[in-house]
């Protein structure tokens, strides 16, 4: 997989229609980034060791409900690994259950809940936009419910 010489976003989602509206509230915001979808955990980390094998991408967005592997084992995966705890990691998803936030501050991930107001959605792709940018430390551990 070859990507142009824009940022990456990669965005772990399996619900094409969720994926398509972050999409599409990112695209009224810039068109600077690429976002790239993995339809689930395994495929994230597999496009992190092959394809993103050199540039890794700005941030990663995970959903935690996808299938084969979810998004709190990977979040666990990626913070396990050296080479890729240093990525900005989103976690956006349906769940407010403590435990997910806990597990999420505990990362020092920045946490979302889907909004259903497309202007909280691009209030989201801001921020995602910011933690591209590296403006990431007031993002860090964050919870919005």
């Not at 936030?101 to 020092?108: D, F, G, P, S």
């Amino acid at each position: 997989m070859s990507f142009p010489n824009k940022p990456v976003l990669l965005y772990a989602e399996d619900d094409m229609d969720d994926f398509e509206s972050l999409v599409d509230a990112l695209e009224q915001l810039t068109d600077k980034y690429q976002i790239v979808n993995a339809k689930n955990g395994t495929e994230v980390i597999s496009m992190l060791q092959n394809d993103f094998a050199e540039h890794h991408p700005s941030v990663v967005i995970l959903d935690l409900n996808m299938p084969l592997m979810d998004g709190k084992e990977v979040l666990a995966w990626m913070k396990s690994e050296e080479e890729f705890r240093h990525i900005p990691v989103m976690v956006f998803t349906t769940s407010s259950r403590e435990e997910d936030v806990r597990m999420c501050q505990n990362h020092k991930c920045t946490f979302f809940r889907k909004p259903t107001l497309y202007r909280d959605l691009l209030h989201v792709a801001q921020i995602i936009l910011d933690m591209s940018n590296g403006v990431t430390d007031e993002h860090k551990g964050v919870v919005h419910l």
